[in-house]
């Protein structure tokens, strides 16, 4: 395994280095790496295990938040009897046109404005 290129200290092949990337020299070198490799991949496969259940709860509880989500939007936005389609906004009256909301509108829902003082 031979680097090209070197970004920075950390990158330069030193002897240390290059003694942990070669093959061992003696049985007892390799059994033991073999020994390390597989107690790494026994702890990478638990974590992947781990990773995934934690992802499975969270898609059920995303799947929970989305259905009471469209509950309460249906809740703060009911559907109408007449089954006529609805905008979702009112267009906002100009200054010219600005009453008290009560008029005829040609039966537009419009919004009520609520100031809200912190």
Do not use: F
């Not at 009453?99 to 009520?112: H, I, L, N, Y």
């Amino acid at each position: 395994m031979k680097r090209n290129d070197t970004r920075g200290m950390r990158d330069i092949p030193t002897i240390q280095g290059l003694r942990h990337r070669s093959l061992p020299t003696t049985r007892e070198q390799t059994v033991a790496a073999i020994a390390r490799l597989e107690h790494e991949k026994a702890r990478l496969q638990r974590e992947v295990t781990v990773w995934n259940r934690n992802r499975k709860r969270t898609e059920g509880q995303l799947q929970g938040v989305e259905e009471r989500l469209a509950l309460l939007q249906q809740a703060l936005d009911p559907p109408d009897p007449t089954g006529a389609p609805r905008r979702t906004q009112a267009p906002r009256p100009t200054a010219g046109e600005a009453g008290d909301g009560d008029g005829d509108d040609g039966g537009a829902r419009r919004w009520r404005e609520i100031t809200v003082e912190y």
